[in-house]
Structures are given as C-alpha cells and as structure tokens.
T-cell receptor, first 110, second 116 residues
Framework: SQTIHQWPATLVQPVGSPLSLECTVE??????LYWYRQAAGRGLQLLFY??????ISSEVPQNLSASRPQDRQFILSSKKLLLSDSGFYLC?????????FGPGTRLTVT | DQQVKQNSPSLSVQEGRISILNCDYT??????FLWYKKYPAEGPTFLIS?????DKNEDGRFTVFLNKSAKHLSLHIVPSQPGDSAVYFC???????????????FGKGTHLIIQP
C-alpha cells in the first residue's frame, strides 16, 4: 500500500530565515505530487504540482519554490520566510482524481 | 475567485441524526467532485467522490448527491456518530485536463460537530 511521509511535523522559524520541507511517497512509482497550504480559517490552496522528476508547475506567485530531485521526493523551499508563510503545509499524491495527503507540517513564522 | 463554495462554516447535529453538508460550484465544466474529512493537525482523508455523469453515490453511511442544474452537491451522513466530528471539504479538479493531474480546488470547509 502507498504511504506518504512529511517532515518535520512542526516548525517555528524567524522571518527572513530559509525553509525546507520534505515529502516522500512509498509504494508507488512516478506519482503526481502536490504541495498545498491551509492558512488559518481558510481552505486548502494548491501551491505546486509535479508530474515527474524536475517538472514543477506553480499555481500562485509567492516566495516559495518546489523541487523534485527524485521520483518519490518532493521538496518545498524558501530563501527568506515571510510572516504570511505561516500555515499548515500538506503534501499529496494522486491516483486519477483522488488525492491522498500526508500528515502535514505546521509552520509558524515569528 | 472561489470556484467551490461551502457557505456554512459550521454545523451542529445530534448523534444518530442525519448530517447534511452543502457545497456549491461555479464552473459548469467540473466533471468530478470529492469530499474530504479533516481532523485538527492531520492531513485530509478522502471520503467519497462522484462523477458528473451520476447524481448519487453511496458508501456505507455516506451519500453524495449532485444537482448539476443547480451546481450543487451535498454530503449526507446517516446516522451521525461522534467520530464524524471534523472539518469537511468539498473539492473539484482545478482544471478539466483529464485525470486531475493539475490538482484540486477546495472549498473553505464546514466544521461538523456531533453532539451526544
């Protein structure tokens, strides 16, 4: 069966510091991978998706970036965090339309 | 622009009764809809889906109804149980690009509270 891992689970970072969140998927090959963010009191917003190694599509302009160095690894990064980057970050993989989410990372920018 | 809308931020239902969660959408090209359940500090869990060629899909206690003319869908949970207390999100493929590879667009969610 497929499993999806995210780390760290929680993170507190000062404004202006860098960010690296990692997501890995097991039990499937060449998955479509996604990063979503849930800000306080809001729904899930798609940030990036990837259909293969090195292929990244961005949905919203922001100071975040994503990379896919390996088939089952998806990384979310920032060079300098903003207060508005605080939120709950979720990685997902898809099987047709259904998407399956990881446990999430709670990021607080102070 | 919110293409999928959940206008009720919260809903309180007594245990054993029916819970009805509503969702409206604006894009008539949407051909697939999904419901997710989310507990605090956890990732959403896929619950049930429906294709636009159907008007009903049932899975155990969960039934989703689709009214294409009204651009409305609803999730019925019966009977409601304490473990159903969670936030429920309605979602649709972001673009009708086949297979949903482009990701999903979500409503803002409805917090369902099941009272004993």
């Amino acid at each position: 069966s497929q499993t999806i891992h995210q780390w760290p689970a929680t993170l507190v970072q000062p404004v202006g510091s860098p960010l690296s969140l990692e997501c890995t998927v097991e039990g499937t090959s060449n998955p479509n991978l996604y990063w979503y963010r849930q800000a306080a009191g809001r729904g899930l917003q798609l940030l990036f998706y990837s259909v293969g190694i090195g292929q990244i599509s961005s949905e919203v302009p922001q100071n975040l970036s994503a990379s896919r160095p390996q088939d089952r690894q998806f990384i979310l990064s920032s060079k300098k965090l903003l207060l508005s980057d605080s939120g709950f970050y979720l990685c997902a993989w898809s099987s047709y339309y259904e998407q399956y989410f990881g446990p999430g990372t709670r990021l607080t920018v102070t | 622009d919110q293409q999928v809308k959940q206008n009720s931020p919260s809903l309180s239902v007594q245990e054993g009764r029916i819970s009805i969660l509503n969702c409206d959408y604006t894009n008539s090209m949407f051909d697939y809809f999904l419901w997710y359940k989310k507990y605090p500090a956890e990732g959403p869990t896929f619950l049930i889906s429906i294709s636009s060629i159907k008007d009903k899909n049932e899975d155990g206690r969960f039934t989703v109804f689709l009214n294409k003319s009204a651009k409305h869908l609803s999730l019925h949970i019966v009977p409601s149980q304490p473990g159903d207390s969670a936030v429920y999100f309605c979602a649709a493929p972001l673009r009708n690009s086949g297979g949903g590879a482009d990701g999903l667009t979500f409503g803002k969610g409805t917090h369902l509270i099941i009272q004993p």
